[in-house]
């Protein structure tokens, strides 16, 4: 185990990497335990072999006696046939990443079909999350769908009420764009206090894709719609769920929203709404209904009971707020975050991810004093609308304690609050909707913890 965990060769590692799948429990029993021990060795170890060149660049390689065993040492894979092709099936990770998993957050209440599995952000690069590793929230369990068998209807306010296959929504002209789904309740632990241990259980409940479908316009238009007193629409999933949800039409005409049936080159996954799924690019990700059955155009919102009862904001004066659907900029450093391991002091990539329902991120700052000093990370290209952005900056670890943070601005103008900004607006007891900034305390001894200041 040890041993594999060592050889993807990054400098930090999520506990996961460390561990056995139990997950977070065992982190912590084996930090009492005295793991910093095994971080030791693992220093060197990695130092002699796939990390050399961090050691190196810090000018301090770590010198291995009588030569490393990994270079003199031709492996088996230098000196005899490979594996053949495949001549069926689906590929799959590397056996040594089978840490790298979707979780279920050990700060929630799950039941077994009502519930959430968070994507393991510290573990991810670029801005596109791995099909098999989006977060998933099911209100009433997945459903693979025979696809021959799916209908989709639009009734309402049209001229001509329609139903359509899954064929002939694919015969139609499509789009293909990148944009993150963020679930309004992302965070919404840490929003009272509780401070669950990693960034994925953080942060894990958003996730980037490209999405291929079309345009939700386009399917209005041949139903014949009412564009002009059709002032919403009501869109209805096929799952025992019932999950309903208001969309103005001000974004439909906006020919953003899209009906999918593709995510990353091939067919939505059946955790993702296959065959068809509702894309509605920066608003909160109950609206992107999956199973996508019916769009019924009306002239008033709905008041469903995903809109009524759940997904509401309590404001610091009692009342609730209705209908909060874009989700505002927000951005979380990924490397270093809770639960990984600073293996020493010097040269460290500080990288996260930044996103905006309004548009695009503009600019992202660091801190590593917990606030008081800022530097501009650098933006990775594609900075894309309503997309995830990469950001990346370098960081020299003095070894002493640091709180690091991130505040993104987007293209509005808009900066992410802090959470005593956020606090004074939107008071203590709201669950959805936070996005504050989230600080991460490197400890002395490397380990790194969610903290919240201010
Ligand atoms: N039909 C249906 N659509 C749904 C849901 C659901 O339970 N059923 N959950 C919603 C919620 S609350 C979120 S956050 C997203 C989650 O999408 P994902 O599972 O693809 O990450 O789907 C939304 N659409
Ligand atoms: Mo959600």
Redesign the pocket.
Known sequence: MKQQDLSSGRILKAPESFLSRDGIKTVFAEARAGRRDFIRNAFAAAAAGVAAPVAMAQGNPVPVEGGDPNILTLPTHSTSLGQGVATEGYGKPSQFEANVQRRQSPGLTQTTQASVSFAPLQSLFGIVTPSGL???????GWWDIDPSKHRFMINGMVKSPRVFTVDEIMRLPSVSRFHF?E?GANTAVDWGNVAVPTVQYTHG?V?CSEFTGVPLITLLEMAGADLKNGKFVLAE?A?G?S?TRTIPMSLIKSGEVFVAYGQNGEMLRP???YPLRLIVPGVQ??S????LRRIEVGDKPYATKDEAVHYIDLQPDGQHRQYTSIQECKSVVTTPSGGQVLLDKGFYNISGLAWSGRGKVKRVDVSVDGGRNWRTARLESPVLSKALTRFNIDWVWDGKPAIVQSRAMDETGYVQPNYKQLRSVRGTRSIYHNNAIQSWLVQENGEVKNVQVS
Do not use: N, P
Request: glycine fraction near 12%; aromatic fraction near 12%; hydrophobic fraction near 30%.
């Open positions: 989006h977060f998933e929230r099911h209100h009433q789904i679930c409940m996730s999933g799952d769920s999950m955790e993702q709404g990700g109950v992107w209904v999956k199973y």
